[in-house]
């Protein structure tokens, strides 16, 4: 089992939708992050949090240490937020999920 | 220049070839990774570099050489690759290795072994 675990591994919205991502992880960490990487293979990163809630234009970001759960919310989806959006937790090592694949259709 | 670059951005090479993966950062950064993404599979962690210094090999096969002569460049030397060996390679480079650091990623370079 990996350590950290995202749902949905695909999703497909409409343009405007409200887009929820979920990441559950079950090791103890320093800090969440949350990363972006498009087709062509590059990967960004969005938000690194340790608590709480951060926000980034239509990008929203949580997290809850207790229950070992974050989300990432995107509001007003656009077909360029089509990406591979991937959740990585962080003590001393690295541990990445799989991704969720995420197409916004016009 | 700014961020991580890695070049080539595509190879495809035979198993008896060698070749090497270039990685170059202008952020000012201490710790290199090199990373391997294979397809419906999270991120591995390959290598790690501290200081100029070898800190991790996660069980690398020796047909991976990295070498980092400076700690703005950090290479990956590959010979008598396999087939399997096929993916994308992903260099990254944080302040320093600590834990909770934010990564910033090269584009990557997709990796054919024929």
């Known amino acids: 089992k990996n350590e950290v675990e995202q749902s949905p591994q695909n999703l497909t919205a409409q343009e405007g939708e409200f887009i929820t991502i979920n990441c559950s992880y079950s090791?103890?960490?320093?800090?969440l992050h949350w990363l972006q990487q498009h087709p062509g293979g590059g990967i960004v990163s969005l938000f690194m949090l340790s608590s709480g809630k951060k926000k980034h234009g239509r990008l929203i970001a949580t997290i809850n240490i207790q229950e070992k759960h974050s989300s990432l919310h995107i509001t007003a989806s656009h077909p360029r937020d089509s990406a591979v959006y991937i959740c990585a937790v962080s003590s001393y090592q690295f541990y990445f999920g799989t991704g969720t694949s995420l197409t916004v259709i016009p | 220049e700014t961020g991580v670059t890695q070049t080539p951005r595509h190879l495809v090479m035979g198993m008896t070839n060698k070749k090497s993966l270039k990685c170059e950062q202008h952020?000012?950064?201490?710790?290199m990774y090199w990373y391997k993404q294979s397809a419906k599979k999270p991120l591995e962690l390959m290598f790690v570099y501290n200081f100029k210094e070898q800190t991790e090999n996660n069980s690398v096969p020796s047909r991976f050489s990295p070498e980092c002569p400076n700690s703005s460049h950090l290479f990956l030397h590959l010979h008598t690759l396999q087939p399997e060996d096929s993916a994308l390679y992903l260099c990254?480079?944080?302040?320093?290795?600590?834990?909770?650091?934010?990564?910033?990623f090269g584009p990557g370079t997709r990796l054919l072994v024929l």
């Open positions: 090791v103890g960490i320093s800090a």
């Open positions: 952020l000012g950064h201490n710790a």
């Open positions: 990254a480079s944080s302040q320093a290795r600590g834990g909770g650091e934010t990564q910033y």
